[in-house]
């Protein structure tokens, strides 16, 4: 593996990857700085070597040191890399139970882009849907289990504007 990683670009890559499990590859590409077609040759050299490892899911390749990452992670991760859904994540982390519109009135997407990502959110098991009379509403399932996830993986670090995230939540 050493001499695989011997390189400074794929040791740049590695380290990124090890860093933040479930980048795809324009993210790779922009946290290094570098052309996303030279990331994408070191990338797939790495994973030919077996040293990383790929998961298609919600419409992008994501990549992972090989081994080091649960499939419960790697659900989180393929969804929770995605800012709008962090976003979403982040809002009821602050809530218990909340409806379409009170989400809308804080992440600023259309009524059907949220309802697309809350569908998401469904299917990737990471939020229920509660009926209380002609309303619904959305609840995180595990919210120990995400809070703890935010923290060990770090998403918004990803992102400038998630720099204060935690003193916002007060969890």
Do not use: C
């Amino acid at each position: 593996m050493e001499d695989v990683l011997e390189l400074e670009t794929r040791r740049k890559i590695y380290d990124a990857i090890l860093k933040n499990p479930g980048l795809h590859l324009s993210k790779i590409a922009d946290i290094l700085e570098m052309r996303i077609s030279h990331v994408e040759y070191h990338v797939y050299f790495l994973e030919k070597h077996e040293i990383i490892t790929s998961e298609k899911t919600t419409g992008y390749k994501r990549f992972y040191i090989k081994g080091t990452i649960s499939t419960q992670d790697k659900r989180y991760l393929s969804v929770l890399r995605q800012k709008t859904i962090l976003r979403i994540v982040l809002f009821l982390l602050k809530n218990d139970i909340v409806q379409h519109k009170d989400i809308l009135e804080n992440v600023p997407v259309s009524p059907s882009t949220l309802s697309y990502h809350l569908n998401k959110l469904v299917k990737y098991n990471i939020i229920d849907v509660r009926r209380f009379g002609e309303n619904k509403g959305f609840q995180l399932k595990n919210k120990q289990e995400i809070i703890t996830w935010l923290i060990q993986y770090k998403p918004f670090d990803l992102y400038e504007e998630f720099t204060n995230v935690w003193k916002d939540l007060s969890i």
